[in-house]
């Protein structure tokens, strides 16, 4: 993983102290030094993925996610620990300094050497989704660069340093997936075939921005469950890096790069069934995950950032659920907001847009439909949808630090209707804004960004929902 090492300016401090009595200043060359590490990272090759579309294979002769032996129908709540609330956080020092400017505590500080591998299934099969992840954004944005002319993206507002941009983007994830590839070993999964929902370049940045925020919150939502810390801290330094590209696809889509005061995090499963759907096949004996492929939920009127008035719509997402990715089809030129140079109604892309009528809002009526269970998703179609929820009774808001129910109302088989809650995290900062993600749940059963896994057995569907 190291390359080279610089060290510039030798014996500066010393020049530092000595130039205090000599008044003619005093010039030193830099030196630089260069360390051979004994033993080079393999990086992991980029292969050309041939095709793209849904999966037209035989059918599989695997199916379901990987499992063993099941203990229990679900995790049990429990208090918390006991010396939850021992440590008296008064700010003065409670234990010996293990070293000079060195307060005692903390994990992976005993001077032991990291060595960067899995520990648990749990750090495997998580750093196996993240690498799915990895995988896709690699390919979805050469895909798109391929698939769209020089004169597609300009039409759209992008010009050559933006797509320089977003194949920089992809080089990024060249190295991300090759740092995971060498953590999980041989076994790691491999580059797979993809589908995407976008037909026009408008729908690519669109996509593009969803996806990238599942693969970022799926990330946080395990990251400090990992037994792995090590693992843990290098998947920190390129989960942040995806971070900024999400916020990269916002102002190419002309949206407020980050309307939120926290980023979110979701399970691993939840994350899993948002990527699933646009995978088509993998290779032959490719490592399957252990992860739940939850029902699709349906956005009717998603709100749509590339109309004027974004939450007047019907009916305008590319893909079925999961995503629910914005179309930029049949939208007329006086009510398409990238063609507007007006403040406040542009959505061109930009540093920042700020929309003087939002595309969401507490009141909002959203219209749901939902799948059924036991759909052939996934890779080869191999993988089936599943929930061991009851019927679905709330609406979950899943965003920054909350979680908020609103009840489904006028339910009729496989489609309701909820009302967008008025919620907070301080200081009437709105909870629900930019990306976030929406759950149908047959309990509101109280959860925290650190407990959210709790709520999966009674997730009955998952969806994205594009509040800002």
Not at 94 to 100: E, L, M, R, S, T
Not at 260 to 270: A, T
Not at 403 to 412: A, G
Not at 429 to 435: F, R, S
């Amino acid at each position: 993983m190291a390359g080279f090492k610089l060290s510039a300016g030798v014996g500066l401090l010393g020049l530092a102290a000595r130039s205090l009595a000599v008044p003619a200043p005093i010039y030193s060359e830099a030196t630089t030094t260069f360390s051979v590490p004994k033993v080079t990272a393999l990086v992991e090759p980029v292969t050309d993925v041939t095709s793209h579309g849904g999966y037209t294979g035989p059918p599989p002769t695997t199916t379901g996610a990987l499992s063993t032996s099941v203990l229990a129908p679900s995790i049990p709540a429990l208090p918390p620990g006991p010396d939850a609330f021992k440590y008296p956080s008064d700010g003065q020092l409670h234990a010996p300094q293990p070293a000079p400017y060195t307060p005692a505590g903390g994990v992976g500080t005993n001077g032991s050497a990291p060595v960067y591998r899995v520990l648990s299934d749990f750090d495997y099969e998580s750093i196996a989704l993240a690498l799915h992840q990895e995988w896709i954004e690699l390919d979805l944005f050469h895909w798109g660069l391929d698939q769209f002319s020089v004169e597609d993206f300009e039409k759209a507002g992008l010009t050559a340093e933006d797509r320089h941009l977003i194949e920089y983007m992809a080089n990024q994830e060249v190295g991300h997936a090759t740092l995971l590839s060498n953590i999980l070993g041989p076994s790691a999964p491999n580059q797979c075939t993809y589908n995407y929902p976008a037909r026009n370049v408008h729908e690519f940045i669109d996509f593009c921005q969803k996806l990238t925020r599942y693969g970022e919150a799926g990330v946080y939502g395990f990251l400090n469950h990992l037994n792995a810390h090590d693992v843990g801290q290098l998947l920190l330094q390129s989960i942040t890096t995806e971070a900024r590209q999400q916020m990269i696809f916002r102002q190419f889509e002309g949206l407020f790069p980050m309307p939120e005061w926290f980023e979110v995090g979701i399970p691993q499963s939840w994350a899993w069934s948002l990527l699933a759907p646009y995978i088509s096949s993998c290779p032959e004996n490719n490592t399957r995950l252990i992860w739940q492929n939850y029902p699709a939920l349906h956005i009717l009127n998603q709100p749509n950032p590339f109309r004027i008035n974004g939450s007047n719509v019907w009916n305008e997402t590319t893909d079925s659920g999961y995503a629910n990715t914005a179309s930029y089809k049949d939208i007329e030129e006086n009510d398409d907001c990238t063609k507007s140079t007006d403040v406040g109604v542009s959505c061109a892309p930009g540093i920042t847009r700020n929309r003087s009528m939002p595309l969401s809002y507490p009141g909002r009526q959203v219209f749901l439909e939902w799948d059924e269970p036991g759909k052939p998703i996934g890779p080869n179609n191999s993988y089936v949808t599943d929930t061991q929820a009851g019927a679905p009774k709330f609406a979950a808001w899943v965003s920054q630090l909350n979680v908020t129910y609103s009840p489904l109302e006028d339910i009729n088989g496989n489609s309701a209707y909820t009302i967008q809650p008025d919620i907070s995290t301080f200081d009437g900062n709105p909870a629900i804004n930019g990306t976030i993600f929406l759950v149908l749940t047959d309990e509101d059963l109280y959860v925290t960004p650190y407990n959210l896994t709790q709520l999966n057995p009674h997730v009955y569907a998952v969806g994205m929902y594009q509040s800002g």
